[in-house]
Each structure stands twice: as C-alpha cells, then as structure tokens.
C-alpha cells in the first residue's frame, strides 16, 4: 500500500504561484508514475501533470509553460510548481500515483490517490 499527501494549497491571486507537494510513504518505489489531477466544482476531475518513472514529464495544454512537475525520489515527493496562475486553475488538486503503463492522462490507470489540497485564485 502506498499513502499520498499532498500539501502547498492555499489563495493567491491571479498571475500568483504555489507549489503543491504530495509525499509518498508506504511501498514506494522509483518506478511509479506520478501525477497530479484537478477537479473545479460541478466539473469532471481533469489531468493535468505526470511525471513518468523514466523522467518524463506530460501536461495538459491548459498549464503547458506556466506549470513544472518535478519529483525527489530521495524524498519519495512530488512537486507542482504553479505559475502565472489564472481563476481557471481554482479546484481541488489531487496527487496519484500508479506502476502501471497506460494513458497517464486517465484517471483509472492510478491506483493510488491522496485527499486532495484546495487551490483558490482570486481574480
């Protein structure tokens, strides 16, 4: 069993920045793929970063060049630096994790998810 927790979620305004952080305990191994997700009110959860156990990253279009995804295997930890920040970014962002292959865009392929942190942009 692996247990996610993310934490770094808060208010900021828009064009602000956080950094989410989603720590891993448990059975973890470096060969799990990481990902973060989001799901704003009345909308479906939407992918929008991985990290693959192979170094490679992937994001949805919407986020592409304001967010960095990053991991410390050291520290079983994953990283979403969110940058320029718009309204469109307020929900409710979740950190999964999952060894195996597939879609890194689809939800179904983790196994694992954490609680999930609040992210709230003011306009």
């Known amino acids: 069993q692996v247990q996610l927790e993310e934490s770094g979620g808060g208010l900021v305004q828009a064009g602000g920045s956080l950094r989410l952080s989603c720590a891993a305990s448990?059975?973890?191994?470096?060969?799990?793929?990481m990902a973060w997700f989001r799901q704003a009110p009345g909308k479906e959860r939407e992918f929008v970063a991985a990290?693959?156990?192979?170094?490679?990253?992937f994001y949805v279009d919407s986020v592409k060049g304001r967010f960095t995804i990053s991991r410390d295997n050291a520290k079983n930890t994953v990283y979403l630096q969110m940058n320029k920040l718009k309204a469109a970014d307020t929900a409710v962002y979740y950190c999964a994790a999952t060894t195996r292959l597939g879609p890194y865009s689809s939800g179904s392929v983790y196994d694992y998810w954490g609680q999930g942190t609040q992210v709230t942009v003011s306009s």
């Open positions: 990290f693959s156990w192979s170094g490679s990253t």
């Open positions: 448990g059975r973890v191994r470096s060969t799990y793929v």
